[in-house]
């Protein structure tokens, strides 16, 4: 019930045991320390940089990236557990940047549930509501309420041991929503589950999210979730921001190729190309192969008067065919995945993904040399020097 607005956030650790000359002996270390995860400065360890993010009030935005991104930090920036470095983070139009996370009117739920065993699931739900004073009558309505709406009413006299993975998560959730938070923060709430439970859960979550009028704001690496649950996902990589967008225009028109490569299962294809600008527009040659490209994409590029270079060509897994003509390919592996099969193919010394209807058996494939086609309306043109999508 509340907008949430992050002004160029910033978050470092600072190193403890730093030399009092420099952290680095030279430039050429400071190199080296910033093709890991996370820049590494005289100033400390950065985990978040220049984060700046308008959440909208009800809207479900998901902050998703690998392992050491920096998206959990810039939650618990958000809830108040992370003392913020710089910028300036409000919540329903308050700064709230040195508030404590009690008084931030949010309400968060963890990866391992954190629920007390030795309280049963009605006592964990009622705790928070307790220490606010609130009548037994209130406590019970809202406990019995939340309970209801997560179908856990059932299990209200148990203790969290009695209780499989997916109840228990339901409970953490149910302990969060019984405060009618501004802002429900989830920091990958179903990690912990097996996928048949997680399946479950995101549809238990997509269904919660229509009954509570909150802000929420969830974190994953999981890029399922991230496209299944998020009206806009956010998606990040060393503690900065890659792009913002809803899940289909980030699937559809990915930013960069990071971003191309992150989202979508299996990942995008990458080939070494050559763009070419002839009179009647743009064409991409691969292996030999000239492909034009489809008049939205001819738009974008003439609009950015983006010259003839060499670019890495992106195509989906599912936008490549067997084709009579095209490039050339071994396949390793075939993959049967029931209504479909993945052939893993080796293309010019790179690996290749192409997804193709199952028909008979699925190791007919193994061995065999094929050629491969794609639509110009699939192809995606990144940059070879800065990796940036050339049609944005």
């Known amino acids: 019930m509340a907008e949430v607005v992050l002004k160029n956030i910033k978050k470092v650790y600072p190193i403890l045991d730093k030399p009092k000359k420099g952290l680095f002996k030279s430039k050429e270390d400071t190199k080296e320390h910033r093709k890991h995860n996370l820049q590494i400065t005289d100033e400390g360890v950065v985990a978040v940089q220049e984060f700046s993010l308008d959440i909208k009030d009800k809207e479900f935005i998901v902050l998703v990236g690998p392992s050491g991104c920096g998206k959990s930090t810039t939650l618990r920036m958000i ?155 956010v998606v990040m990589k060393d503690g900065y921001i890659q792009q913002i967008g809803s899940p289909q225009e980030v699937f559809d028109h990915p930013a960069n190729l990071f971003v191309a490569g992150f989202i979508g299962t299996p990942q995008m294809n990458f080939f070494d190309a050559k763009l070419l600008k002839k009179a009647d527009g743009y064409y991409v040659n691969v292996e030999g192969m000239e492909v034009k490209l489809s008049e939205e994409k001819q738009e974008r590029l003439k609009a950015h008067d983006v010259k003839e270079q060499e670019v890495t060509l992106g195509i989906r897994p599912e936008h490549i065919t067997l084709a009579e003509e095209g490039i050339e390919g071994m396949i390793d592996v075939s993959e049967l995945m029931g209504s479909s099969c993945h052939l893993h193919m080796t293309v010019e010394g790179k690996d290749v993904i192409v997804i193709v209807p199952t028909e008979g058996d699925a190791s007919e494939y193994m061995g065999r040399k094929v050629k491969l086609s794609f639509s110009g309306r699939h192809a995606h043109i990144f940059s070879k020097e800065d990796e940036k999508n050339l049609e944005y």
Do not use: C, W
């Open 79 to 233: 809830a108040g557990l992370e003392e913020i470095s710089g910028g300036e983070l409000y919540i329903d139009g308050n700064l709230v940047n040195s508030v404590e996370p009690k008084d931030r009117d949010i309400a968060m739920v963890f990866q391992s549930y954190a629920l007390y065993p030795h309280m049963t699931v009605y006592d964990n739900m009622a705790y928070s509501l307790r220490i606010q004073k609130l009548s037994k009558e209130e406590i019970d309505r809202k406990v019995r309420e939340a309970a209801e709406i997560l179908d856990i009413t059932q299990y209200l006299d148990r203790k969290p041991k009695a209780l499989s993975g997916g109840q228990r998560q339901r409970v953490a959730i149910g302990r969060a929503i019984v405060r009618d938070p501004k802002v429900l923060l989830m920091d990958e709430p179903l990690s912990n589950l097996d996928a048949k439970l997680r399946n479950q859960m995101r549809a238990e979550i997509i269904k919660l999210r229509k009954r509570i009028n909150t802000t929420f704001v969830y974190v994953t690496h999981d890029q399922t979730e991230a496209m299944t649950l998020g009206d806009r996902i």
